[in-house]
């Protein structure tokens, strides 16, 4: 009697992972050697940020995605911090814009110039403190902008208005242990956590109240990692009491059971996922592992199902993600990890095998743009919203970054005296642009925007006349010249 085996229909069933060649890749980076199981990398279709060992305090790397090759040992570092940098994430509505977390209990903000760093930088836009042990978790809003989350090995998480330096909520009683990971959902209602009490949580920032609790989510002690997915689902990996590594997907509404497990092996290295809401496939990469492994998640039984693996002879120290605008959509690359060596960073990309070169729709949907759907004040005011999505049909070409400004609020005329100066938050001098008209960030930043307009056009007005006059007096030489005066 024989058994036919029914494959799964799926166009992700054939993708594959490409080391790109070593003229592409970023040799000679001394990665950080800190015992911290963050990524230790960060990337947008800008540049590429790494945190490197520093003597006597603690710095990363940023790189323009274009300077492959050997870099210089004299390379510019950001390197502000009097501590090791543990966590480094880019802002996803500025692609100059970082946050950093370290051990010195401070987080920071840089703009990091249009064409990268041509000397050290050494002073954050803002300096966030607030936390009375090392910061071990920076992340950004998806949707509102200058909307900030810190977590520190003191279990508090804090979440900050970057453009005023204010804290905004400090969640101080939810977690009784270490805090492993935190991921916002698609819209920033809510953020899962993972803790050492071996508890996922998801929580309500804004009314600071836990919405939902698992209790030994995975019962072994090693570290675990929570991710909400577009659903509203909660994908978890960690640890099962036998020390196998496992991977879970959870429905909030009901917590008691996972909707799937599935154990992969019994190596040690903490599970750091990453996730692609546009193909609900999710890339699994084990820290000192050498290989990725990649699933589909789906709404049918049973739920998480396994796509391919892609290995390599190295382990991985860390790694990034890039976000979904910046792939080069007419070679089907559905996403690109950036691989850390001991010494290198070695890109990777991931491929669906098509004929045709036409852009595929099916491959990419319109995705998360940098455009910040919210304000900081009106989702603090209680306003949700979904990304603003962009097609990347025309090979998505950004727009010109603003620089990021902090405005200290007008405390004469502003009735939140007391919100907004609060200790523990120091702003750089260099980037302070005080708001006076009556508190309102809004009518400030649109006066100067205009003024900025103003001086531009003057200064165009002065080049085009000064330009003008000099052509005239250039065809004039040229008419003397042909007839034979000069």
């Given at each position: 009697m024989?058994f036919?085996?029914v494959?799964?229909q799926?166009?992700?069933?054939?993708?594959?992972?490409q080391?790109?060649?070593?003229?592409?890749?970023?040799?000679?980076?001394?990665?950080?050697?800190?015992?911290?199981d963050?990524?230790?990398?960060?990337?947008?279709?800008?540049?590429?940020a790494v945190?490197?060992?520093?003597?006597?305090g603690?710095a990363?790397l940023?790189?323009?995605?274009?300077?492959?090759?050997r870099i210089?040992?004299a390379?510019p570092?950001?390197?502000?911090?009097t501590?090791?940098?543990?966590?480094?994430?880019w802002?996803?509505?500025n692609?100059?814009v970082?946050?950093?977390g370290?051990e010195?209990?401070?987080?920071?903000?840089?703009q990091?110039?249009?064409?990268?760093l041509?000397?050290?930088l050494?002073?954050?836009?803002?300096?966030?403190?607030?936390?009375?042990?090392?910061?071990?978790?920076?992340?950004?809003?998806p949707?509102?902008r200058?909307?900030?989350?810190?977590?520190?090995?003191?279990n508090?998480?804090?979440?900050?208005?970057v453009?005023?330096?204010e804290e905004?909520?400090?969640?101080?009683?939810?977690?009784?242990d270490?805090?492993?990971?935190?991921?916002w959902?698609?819209n920033?209602?809510?953020?899962c956590s993972?803790?050492k009490?071996k508890?996922?949580?998801?929580i309500?920032?804004?009314r600071?109240?836990l919405?939902?609790?698992?209790?030994?989510?995975?019962?072994?002690a090693r570290?675990?990692?929570?991710?909400?997915l577009?659903d509203?689902?909660v994908?978890?990996t960690g640890?099962s009491?036998?020390s196998?590594r496992?991977l879970?997907l959870?429905?909030?509404?009901?917590?008691?059971?996972?909707m799937?497990?599935?154990e992969?092996?019994?190596?040690?290295?903490?599970?750091?996922p990453f996730?692609d809401?546009?193909?609900?496939?999710?890339y699994?990469?084990?820290?000192?592992?050498?290989?990725?492994r990649y699933?589909?998640?789906?709404?049918?039984?049973?739920y998480?199902?396994f796509?391919?693996?892609?290995?390599?002879?190295?382990?991985?120290?860390?790694?990034?993600s890039?976000?979904?605008r910046?792939?080069?959509?007419?070679?089907?690359e559905i996403?690109?990890f950036y691989?850390?060596?001991?010494?290198?960073?070695?890109?990777?990309?991931m491929?669906?095998?098509?004929?045709?070169?036409?852009?595929?729709?099916d491959?990419?949907?319109?995705?998360?743009?940098?455009?910040?759907?919210?304000?900081a004040?009106?989702?603090?005011?209680g306003?949700?919203?979904?990304?603003?999505l962009i097609?990347?049909?025309?090979?998505?070409?950004?727009?010109?970054?603003r620089?990021l400004?902090?405005?200290?609020?007008?405390?004469?005329?502003?009735?939140?005296?007391a919100s907004?100066?609060r200790?523990?938050?120091s702003?750089?001098?260099?980037a302070i642009?005080?708001?006076?008209?009556?508190?309102?960030?809004?009518g400030?930043?649109?006066?100067r925007?205009?003024e900025?307009?103003?001086?531009e056009?003057?200064?165009?007005r002065a080049?085009?006349?000064?330009?003008g006059?000099?052509?005239?007096?250039l065809?004039?030489?040229?008419?003397?010249?042909?007839?034979?005066?000069?």
């Amino acid at each position: 009697m024989s058994f036919r085996k029914v494959v799964r229909q799926s166009k992700f069933r054939h993708v594959f992972g490409q080391p790109v060649k070593n003229d592409q890749c970023y040799e000679d980076i001394r990665v950080s050697r800190v015992t911290w199981d963050s990524t230790f990398c960060a990337v947008n279709p800008k540049f590429l940020a790494v945190i490197v060992e520093a003597s006597g305090g603690g710095a990363f790397l940023v790189l323009p995605l274009n300077k492959t090759g050997r870099i210089d040992k004299a390379y510019p570092t950001v390197c502000g911090h009097t501590g090791p940098v543990l966590d480094i994430d880019w802002c996803p509505h500025n692609d100059e814009v970082i946050a950093s977390g370290s051990e010195d209990c401070t987080v920071m903000v840089w703009q990091i110039p249009e064409n990268g760093l041509a000397s050290p930088l050494t002073e954050p836009v803002v300096v966030l403190e607030g936390h009375t042990k090392r910061v071990g978790i920076v992340t950004w809003h998806p949707t509102a902008r200058n909307v900030l989350l810190s977590a520190g090995c003191d279990n508090v998480v804090l979440i900050w208005n970057v453009g005023t330096a204010e804290e905004l909520y400090r969640l101080d009683t939810l977690h009784p242990d270490l805090i492993y990971n935190v991921s916002w959902n698609r819209n920033g209602s809510l953020f899962c956590s993972a803790c050492k009490d071996k508890s996922v949580r998801i929580i309500d920032p804004r009314r600071g109240t836990l919405v939902a609790e698992r209790e030994k989510a995975h019962e072994g002690a090693r570290p675990m990692r929570a991710i909400f997915l577009a659903d509203g689902k909660v994908f978890t990996t960690g640890f099962s009491r036998m020390s196998e590594r496992q991977l879970a997907l959870w429905d909030p509404e009901n917590l008691e059971e996972p909707m799937a497990l599935q154990e992969l092996d019994s190596s040690n290295g903490a599970l750091l996922p990453f996730y692609d809401p546009d193909t609900s496939v999710v890339y699994v990469c084990g820290k000192g592992d050498s290989s990725i492994r990649y699933f589909e998640i789906t709404d049918e039984s049973p739920y998480i199902h396994f796509l391919n693996t892609f290995t390599s002879k190295e382990p991985q120290r860390g790694m990034g993600s890039m976000p979904k605008r910046g792939l080069e959509v007419s070679k089907c690359e559905i996403a690109r990890f950036y691989k850390l060596h001991e010494r290198k960073c070695e890109p990777i990309v991931m491929t669906v095998p098509r004929k045709s070169d036409l852009f595929q729709d099916d491959l990419y949907p319109d995705t998360a743009g940098p455009e910040a759907a919210l304000e900081a004040e009106e989702w603090v005011s209680g306003r949700d919203a979904d990304p603003i999505l962009i097609s990347l049909r025309e090979a998505y070409v950004p727009s010109k970054q603003r620089d990021l400004k902090v405005s200290r609020r007008n405390v004469l005329s502003d009735s939140r005296l007391a919100s907004s100066t609060r200790p523990g938050s120091s702003i750089s001098a260099v980037a302070i642009a005080d708001a006076t008209s009556g508190g309102s960030l809004v009518g400030a930043g649109e006066a100067r925007k205009l003024e900025e307009v103003m001086q531009e056009l003057r200064a165009l007005r002065a080049m085009v006349k000064e330009q003008g006059e000099r052509i005239c007096r250039l065809e004039e030489q040229l008419g003397r010249m042909e007839n034979g005066d000069a």
